[in-house]
């Protein structure tokens, strides 16, 4: 029936606020608001454009994120990169992520934090996949909020989901020169299961699609350790957050 005002001087703990410019506002709702929906639905959470109740909005709308902290934080980083995508600079200048002031009761104590990573040529379509599949997929094995925006790829969680991600991340990349060796005797995110040589082909499939299919129905990221390759047998590296995951994928 009209316009809603937050009053952002109430400190609440389920609230996250992103001021989005105004020629932005229209590409961060999409169509219908069918744009925040998907994001929603995607995040579990709850948004929409509202007015501080007190205090100047800086002549940006105000996107209220409501939801647990991981929803907010998943959704956020969503608009930031429907943001810099229309307007970039908003949030990636000179190689540096720039977040927002938060408000009151959005901090967070503790190891929860953002790191970033500047893509580089063509890192950034190689890192995005089809479609975003490729994103996903680490987002999923790591447990790691993972997101592009600009050029940046940002990771955000937990000191050991960003570790995990930043790790599978870089292995990714590695892999568009050839084969990649990874020393797994202290991790505990990996599991590993050894495949006679001559069925190796036979596992990964075809330009490797038989494991991509595997990581896309058991959320983990699978590759071959070229450290092992030559002998009788070869590992195979099942990466994920998830022990059950990892399970799924052994089986």
């Not at 316009?3 to 169509?31: H, N, Q, S, W, Y």
């Not at 580089?120 to 975003?132: H, I, K, Q, R």
Request: glycine share 12%; charged share 35%; with cysteine.
């Amino acid at each position: 029936t009209g316009e809603v005002k937050i009053d952002l001087d109430e400190e609440r703990d389920d609230i996250t606020v992103v001021k989005v410019p105004d020629d932005c506002v229209a590409f961060c709702m999409g169509r219908g608001g069918q744009t925040l929906r998907s994001m929603e639905q995607e995040w579990g959470s709850l948004m929409f454009f509202a007015k501080s109740a007190t205090g100047s909005n800086d002549g940006k709308e105000m996107l209220m994120i409501f939801g647990p902290l991981r929803a907010r934080r998943g959704a956020e980083m969503k608009v930031m990169s429907a943001v810099e995508h229309k307007r970039p600079g908003t949030f990636v200048r000179d190689g540096e992520l720039f977040m927002q002031k938060r408000v009151r009761g959005d901090e967070v104590d503790g190891s929860w934090d953002v790191d970033w990573l500047l893509l580089e040529g063509d890192e950034f379509s190689y890192a995005l996949g089809a479609g975003g599949s490729t994103r996903k997929k680490l987002a999923a094995a790591s447990g790691c909020i993972l997101e592009y925006v600009g050029n940046m790829a940002c990771f955000c969680g937990y000191k050991r989901e960003r570790r995990r991600a930043k790790d599978y991340l870089k292995w990714l990349l590695k892999q568009r020169d050839g084969p990649v060796s990874v020393d797994y005797e202290e991790r505990d995110d990996v599991t590993v299961v050894r495949v006679p040589q001559g069925s190796v082909g036979f596992i990964t499939g075809h330009r490797g699609e038989s494991l991509r299919s595997i990581e896309r129905e058991t959320n983990t990221f699978c590759f071959i350790n070229e450290a092992s390759r030559g002998g009788k047998e070869e590992e195979l590296l099942i990466f994920g957050d998830s022990d059950h995951a990892r399970r799924r994928a052994k089986h």
